[in-house]
């Protein structure tokens, strides 16, 4: 058990210790991320070849986490491999980016709204990069009083410009922020409503609280309140816009159908807030004194 405390806002008892836990929060998120691509290629039956890339990719990433968060402290080989495991993650995300961008292409060779709203989600696969930079930062330790000085179990340490907690304060933002592009992009597909720009607003606004922290140099009790909440009420958001979408894919057909999942009302998407939401309030935890 690892006692910590959020700001002095909560106290939470963890399961496990909390590098640990954040091990196995990336190893989770690139399971389902890549089950979530599984699906989704397989309406076009996996072609062109290269779409099995992200699947190749994400059981090695997701096995080489749960390895590492299932040990107290990993050996020099296994942080290593993790290590070129995670950097892979990154340039399959970006990789994958670049594919979906060409894909959206109309047939004059250039970006139009309507391809980029109705085709291929052009930010998806950065899901891979991101999770696989929280894992590549999960898997290093700070040394006490030394702000980014990273030590990396049984291959040293170096030093990074920001502190180990305003990386990962980073890696929220953005992840806000593409969250709120895509609500944007997803959206439009049947017109924006009062609901749908829920998801919209608050993740520009998540976005703002998030990178704002990242970039301050102290924090007032009032910032830490505010973002305590942000994370909170993002769970919440994301539970409920779940719930939003499975109504709609059922809705009329009393039968859930895959190819409504994905395309129609993507169920999974909204729990981006949710995990997000999770993941901030993890990485400002504190262990108590």
């Excluded at 109705?118 to 999960?138: D, E, H, Q, R």
């Excluded at 030590?151 to 709120?180: D, K, M, Q």
């Excluded at 994301?238 to 895959?258: C, E």
Aim: proline share 4%.
């Amino acid at each position: 058990m690892d006692n910590v405390n959020i700001f002095h806002l909560a106290d939470i008892r963890l399961p496990i210790e909390k590098n640990r836990l954040l091990m196995l929060f990336v190893g989770v998120n690139l399971l389902f991320t890549g089950i979530d691509v599984v699906l989704a290629h397989s309406i076009n039956s996996y072609i062109p070849v290269y779409e099995w890339i992200p699947i190749i990719y994400f059981p090695l990433g997701s096995i080489s986490c749960f390895m590492i968060a299932l040990k107290f402290r990993p050996q020099k080989w296994q942080a290593l491999i993790h290590i070129i495991l995670m950097i892979i993650g990154v340039s399959v995300g970006i990789i994958g980016t670049a594919f979906h961008a060409n894909a959206v292409l109309n047939p004059a060779g250039y970006l139009t709204w309507s391809w980029v709203v109705f085709g291929s989600p052009i930010l998806a696969p950065l899901a891979f990069s991101g999770i696989s930079l929280l894992g590549l930062y999960a898997v290093t330790e700070e040394v006490e009083d030394h702000p980014g000085i990273l030590n990396i179990p049984g291959l040293g340490t170096l030093r990074a410009p920001i502190s180990r907690e305003r990386h990962f304060l980073w890696l929220v933002g953005l992840g806000f922020g593409a969250s709120a592009v895509t609500s944007i992009i997803d959206h439009a597909q049947y017109g924006y409503s009062f609901y749908k720009l829920i998801a919209v607003m608050f993740g520009l606004f998540a976005t703002s609280v998030v990178l704002y922290l990242s970039v301050a140099k102290e924090w007032t009790k009032g910032d830490e309140l505010v973002y305590f909440w942000t994370m909170i009420f993002a769970v919440v958001i994301g539970l409920l816009g779940f719930g939003f979408h499975l109504s709609a894919d059922l809705a009329g057909t009393g039968a859930i159908s895959l190819e409504r999942i994905l395309a129609f009302a993507p169920v999974l998407a909204p729990l981006l807030f949710s995990d997000l939401g999770m993941l901030g309030l993890l990485v400002v935890a504190k262990q108590k004194e």
